[in-house]
């Protein structure tokens, strides 16, 4: 069974850093890419960072320049390294490994970890 746990959350003050963390258990087939989603209050679910197998790594300008996503291929952990961070970032993150079975693409997510950034 496929089990992905998010951890690393917390209070942090503006201009602060967090680096939060996505652990992966169970055995999962041709992923095509894993990323970092948020949700904040009253919000839709938006993306925060994406990588793909190949490395490539893809953010909104929102996060652009502040935020790192990085993977251990070997264990398929991933990351989120996030620097400078502003109230608006405050939110639950997720953590998402995209996968593909007969042609479908599928996700498997985290049950989240909350980041408030606040004074």
């Known amino acids: 069974q496929v089990q992905l746990v998010e951890s690393g959350g917390g209070l942090v003050q503006p201009g602060g850093s967090l680096t939060l963390s996505c652990a992966v258990s169970g055995s999962i087939r041709s992923i095509y890419d894993m990323g970092w989603y948020r949700q904040a209050p009253g919000k839709q679910r938006e993306l925060v960072a994406v990588i793909s197998n190949g490395g490539s790594t893809n953010y909104p300008g929102s996060v652009k320049g502040r935020f790192t996503i990085s993977r251990n291929n070997y264990n398929n952990s991933l990351y989120l390294q996030m620097n400078n961070l502003k109230p608006e970032d405050t939110a639950v993150y997720y953590c998402?490994?995209?996968?593909?079975?007969?042609?479908?693409?599928?996700?498997?997510w985290g049950q989240g970890t909350r980041v408030t950034v606040s004074s």
């Open positions: 998402k490994v995209g996968y593909i079975a007969s042609s479908v693409r599928y996700n498997y």
